[in-house]
């Protein structure tokens, strides 16, 4: 296995004369990193100031070959660190914040230095160094950080209140960079390490020192700073040769708060139990969820007379079993061409791109509409749940986890639906219960789509139901190799404004203050907005954006998007299988995973292979004389017209020849039947009509306006046809 090196990276160690800081950067020293080398050289109170430590370390660099420059300055004076790194090796991508002291006393003898000196150090010259770092990783799109916290910090310690303080301060700060940082590729953790050092030596005994060295921490250090590590954020103990991660856990809780009622330190006291009670409890990892559970108790508070508390289990409160097989009320959904139209602009269509004028007018010979606005008849089925007998279901608990979207003919743009849904399935997540609602839609008698919506419900798991079901449609990793192809699209700032009118109405994609409440720095774009844009992408990529060729997608959302952010659709061909993963391009936070969509395989009879077996036609000689006259003037042609033309002959109403002209590339080129590569403009028309434009016996003009001759494309380009068909081509 391939070696992890740090050729060509700058790393910075604060406090490498000896113990943990000087393993560190021996270790980065010998797999070829230049090493900054600080220590101001005091003793363990912060007291004096000596050189000798870090040089002592910098000769062992060097000594084994490798590149190493000592600084003397005081972590508080973060810009000196930093212009060192700079001044010996012209940049900085490394930063471990290791320098340390300790002034241990008890709280009621903890003096003003005693705190101040510490988070000094600790706090303030981590800070200090990171900060003047930061622009400069910034703007190389790379950095790696370390925070160096305690375990007194994570758990606290006697005698420790102001070493404990300022190495929580130090999580909370890394936790932020790893945030601020990550859209620009610096990563920021944090380490809790255990190892025999001078700040050790004093309270463990040696046998136990001998066991920690300090060796035993440097790999993770270095894992945590190398090119490969994607993780961010993250807070480990370390020693001994043992790594563990750390993460929060927070039980379900308890609201005891009452619409219409103060809330009474009483009813704390009645229901502490369950508000201290860690059955199923869930795991925040970030901000946003954190908040969740407040904006789902405000919600509730506004729209029920008594707020119940959240139990530990769901057991005695519903029987899931009794939803299963249930059926939901009857839905109607009427909707015209306004509609698929005002879905297709709120999925990002654009008459930018001449190719969705065909979603996006309704006067376009092939109007279509999207295959996936067959969510939109069915997605108020998710509110239906909350009537189900069986389902005690709080809906701002409810969670769009997966959807699978079936189509068994292209909608139609305009009409009258009817949407039957039933509870196909109920599954015990522990944590939460996952709803399988199948939704089936007719027009009339005709069945036309099928969807599933998975629903998770948070905390509402415990129940002892099954955990799987065979009734649900699965996800499918992508294959493991480069993507085969990748479209990446960028949402305008009013994406889920505009989408939003397509019926999801939650104020989480609207109200700033409600975004906030729920942990977001602004409202939210819609999940299924970017099951719209991935699908597009996929008709667009592989099937030229005929909606004949859709069958199915899948989905599960993970992230969610800002809107103004761009979506980066990854897509990996196998046969009529696109298997698909959506990210957001300037973070890479994965947005759908697990994620395909199924298409129709081309039929014979729908796509030419070429020119078919049928008599000569006129226009067969016109495109004898084209392709002649660029194989004499061809690069000429390029120049003047740097464009692609397709044709398309019809005869009788149906297409007999499929021609494209080739002004772009090298000499130029005319290809016979289906193309492989993309048109700029495709032109169809009669074979007869054909001729008579070609001769001038009608104006293209007014072919174009009576419907003789069809444009798909730029339509611009077709200007330029005079180049070809008058200048060169005197047929």
């Not at 981590?126 to 622009?135: C, G, L, P």
């Not at 004093?202 to 790999?219: F, G, I, N």
């Not at 979603?359 to 008849?377: K, M, N």
């Not at 996929?538 to 969610?560: E, G, H, T, W």
């Amino acid at each position: 296995m391939k070696s992890l090196m740090f050729d060509g990276r700058v790393v910075l160690v604060t406090g490498a004369g000896g113990g943990l800081g000087r393993e560190y950067a021996l270790a980065f020293g010998e797999r070829g990193a230049a090493v900054i080398v600080n220590d101001l050289g005091g003793d363990i109170k912060g007291g004096g100031r000596s050189s000798a430590a870090a040089d002592g370390v910098v000769e062992e660099i060097r000594a084994r070959g490798g590149k190493a420059q000592a600084n003397y300055d005081s972590v508080e004076d973060g810009e000196k660190l930093i212009q060192a790194a700079l001044d010996a090796f012209g940049r900085i991508d490394v930063v471990i914040n290791n320098a340390g002291i300790l002034r241990d006393r008890s709280f009621g003898r903890t003096s003003d230095l005693d705190w101040d000196l510490i988070h000094r150090v600790h706090l303030r010259g981590s800070f200090q160094v990171t900060r003047a770092a930061w622009e400069h990783m910034k703007k190389q799109k790379f950095g790696r950080i370390i925070m160096t916290s305690s375990a007194a910090g994570i758990y606290g310690n006697f005698g420790q209140a102001n070493y404990s303080a300022a190495k929580l301060g130090l999580l909370g700060l890394a936790n932020t960079l790893a945030i601020e940082g990550q859209k620009y590729n610096i990563h920021c953790n944090t380490i809790a390490p255990t190892a025999g050092s001078r700040l050790t030596q004093t309270v463990m005994p040696p046998d136990l020192l001998e066991s920690l060295k300090a060796e035993y921490v440097a790999p993770l250090v270095l894992w945590l700073c190398h090119d490969e590590c994607q993780e961010n954020g993250g807070l480990f103990e370390v020693g001994a040769g043992w790594i563990g991660k750390l993460r929060w856990e927070r039980s379900l809780g308890r609201t005891v708060r009452q619409n219409n009622h103060n809330m009474t330190p009483e009813s704390v006291r009645d229901a502490w139990n369950q508000i201290c009670d860690f059955t199923d409890a869930t795991k925040p990892a970030n901000i946003q969820d954190s908040l969740q559970t407040l904006v789902e108790v405000l919600s509730r508070v506004d729209t029920q007379d008594r707020i119940k508390g959240n139990p530990t289990s769901s057991a005695g409160r519903m029987n899931p079993s009794d939803a299963v097989g249930r059926s939901l009320a009857e839905m109607t959904f009427t909707y015209t061409h306004m509609n698929t139209i005002l879905y297709a602009l709120g999925v990002g269509m654009s008459t930018k791109d001449p190719h969705h004028l065909k979603f996006l007018y309704e006067g376009h010979e092939d109007f279509s509409c999207l295959p996936t606005f067959g969510v939109i008849p069915a997605q108020s089925s998710m509110m239906g749940l909350s009537s189900v007998p069986g389902l005690d279901i709080d809906l701002p608990r409810l969670l769009h986890g997966e959807q699978h979207l079936e189509l068994f003919k292209p909608l139609p743009t305009s009409g009258t639906l009817t949407s039957k849904a039933t509870v196909a399935d109920v599954l015990d997540k522990g944590s939460g219960m996952i709803v399988l609602l199948e939704v089936h839609t007719y027009s009339g008698h005709e069945l036309l789509c099928y969807n599933q919506f998975s629903v998770f419900i948070v905390g509402a798991g415990g129940f002892g139901g099954k955990r799987t079901s065979e009734k649900a449609v699965a996800t499918v990793p992508p294959p493991n190799r480069p993507p085969d192809a990748v479209i990446v699209d960028q949402t305008s700032k009013d994406q889920a404004a505009l989408y939003r009118l397509s019926g999801d109405w939650n104020p989480l994609h609207i109200d700033p203050s409600f975004a906030a409440m729920g942990g977001f720095k602004s409202p939210i774009l819609h999940g299924l907005c970017s099951f719209g844009f991935a699908t597009r992408h996929v008709l667009k990529q592989y099937a030229d954006n005929d909606v004949s060729r859709f069958k199915s997608i899948k989905v599960r959302f993970v992230k969610p998007v800002y809107p103004g952010q761009s979506l980066q659709t990854e897509m990996w061909k196998e046969e009529n299988r696109i298997h698909i993963q959506c990210k957001v391009k300037e973070t890479g936070g994965v947005v759908l995973s697990g994620a395909y969509v199924d298409l129709h395989a081309v039929s014979d009879s729908s796509v030419s292979r070429g020119p078919p077996e049928t008599d000569e036609l006129q226009s067969d000689l016109v495109f004898a004389e084209i392709r002649r006259r660029i194989k004499d003037v061809g690069a000429e042609l390029v120049k003047k017209v740097n464009a692609v033309f397709g044709w398309e002959i019809t005869k009788d109403g149906s297409t007999v020849r499929r021609w494209t002209i080739d002004l772009k590339s090298g000499g130029g080129d005319l290809h016979g039947g289906e193309y492989k590569g993309k048109t700029d403009v495709t032109f169809t028309v009669a074979d007869d009509v054909f001729m008579d434009v070609v001769q001038g016996k009608i104006n293209p003009q007014k072919a174009f306006f009576a419907g003789k001759l069809k444009v798909r494309g730029n339509i611009m380009l077709s200007q330029k046809l005079e180049v070809i068909l008058k200048d060169y081509a005197k047929l």
